[in-house]
């Protein structure tokens, strides 16, 4: 295989983008047969089966690779007629991002702000946990995320931006009668609130404390919104790891106790974005970096002092 044709490459990203092969020719304005025979000769010049024939369909791990690598193709073009003074036609540059729920419930909405507006940039925004969100990266979804993880996905790039500070608390009433005896073992009785089912970070805390015998208590409230997780402790539906942004107003309030002063959780956020050449994208990641020193200020004696890592 010397090449990858690029109207198949561009037919087999229409097709995940649309759902189905009719949606598709109707955007590529062909007939479903030819995009049927596109995807079929790209497959067998690769070698691989890059679709699954479901509705809508959906990309397999080779797949991903090749639609992966049409969004860079189409990123780069658009970059290209920007320079050559041709983007009036094509609007404004799309930047799709993963965040997760906290970050995008705190710092990172201000730091977008910041980034210019010439020409326009329009933001895609993702909500994903951060444990999760290099998926995003590694189907093509989005060109960057916000995530837990150090390890570069295949074709990105990986920066430390800071640590997020959790601090584990609950209502004044909630913790006087849930929080009698060890901490250790209380929190594995107590009622939590988690943010959706996928949510670890109560039971890392619990399994931190408690040297990996337990986790945090079955009995779970989920409340998948970040101010929403907030006021649901605040309530008294639980204790939960509360931002520290968002726990510090409550405490000084009153309305919210912290259950262990000494044991904040600091989650490492890290950026990852396509190792692209690409100006808007560039801009995008900068300004969420200084953004994101800023904002997780408190924790830069922890931060890496050291390039961006490739993979």
């Not at 991002?97 to 933001?123: E, G, H, K, Y």
């Not at 009785?189 to 959706?196: G, K, N, R, Y």
Request: glycine residues 6%; hydrophobic residues 45%.
């Amino acid at each position: 295989m010397d090449e990858l044709p690029l109207d198949q490459v561009r037919t087999l990203l229409a097709v995940v983008d649309e759902g189905t092969f009719d949606a598709a020719a109707a955007a590529l304005h062909v007939t479903p047969s030819a995009v049927s025979q596109r995807v079929k000769a790209l497959e067998q010049r690769t070698g691989r089966v890059l679709l699954m024939r479901t509705k809508p369909v959906r990309p397999t791990e080779s797949g991903e690779v090749v639609v992966r690598f049409a969004r860079q193709l189409a990123r780069l073009e658009r970059d290209a007629r920007a320079e050559l003074g041709l983007a009036a036609e094509q609007g404004p540059v799309r930047i799709p991002v993963a965040v997760n729920a906290d970050s995008l419930a705190t710092w990172f909405l201000p730091a977008l702000t910041r980034v210019p507006q010439d020409p326009p940039i329009c933001f895609e925004l993702y909500r994903e946990d951060e444990s999760h969100t290099t998926a995003l990266l590694r189907e093509g979804q989005v060109m960057a995320a916000i995530t837990s993880s150090p390890d570069p996905v295949a074709g990105c790039t990986v920066r430390l931006l800071g640590f997020a500070r959790y601090l584990a608390v609950a209502s004044p009433d909630f913790a006087a009668a849930h929080f009698t005896g060890s901490l250790p073992d209380d929190l594995c009785d107590a009622p939590t609130v988690v943010f959706d089912r996928r949510d670890r970070l109560q039971d890392t805390f619990v399994r931190s404390l408690t040297r990996g015998r337990s986790d945090a208590s079955r009995i779970r409230h989920l409340v998948p919104t970040s101010d929403g997780f907030r006021d649901a402790v605040a309530f008294g539906f639980g204790w939960g790891l509360v931002p520290e942004p968002h726990a510090t107003p409550l405490l000084r309030s009153g309305r919210l106790v912290e259950l262990a002063p000494t044991r904040p959780m600091d989650v490492p956020l890290y950026w990852q974005q396509w190792k692209l050449d690409s100006p808007a994208l560039s801009t995008v990641a900068d300004v969420v970096a200084t953004a994101a020193a800023e904002a997780l200020a408190g924790r830069k004696d922890q931060q890496a002092d050291e390039a961006p890592t490739e993979a």
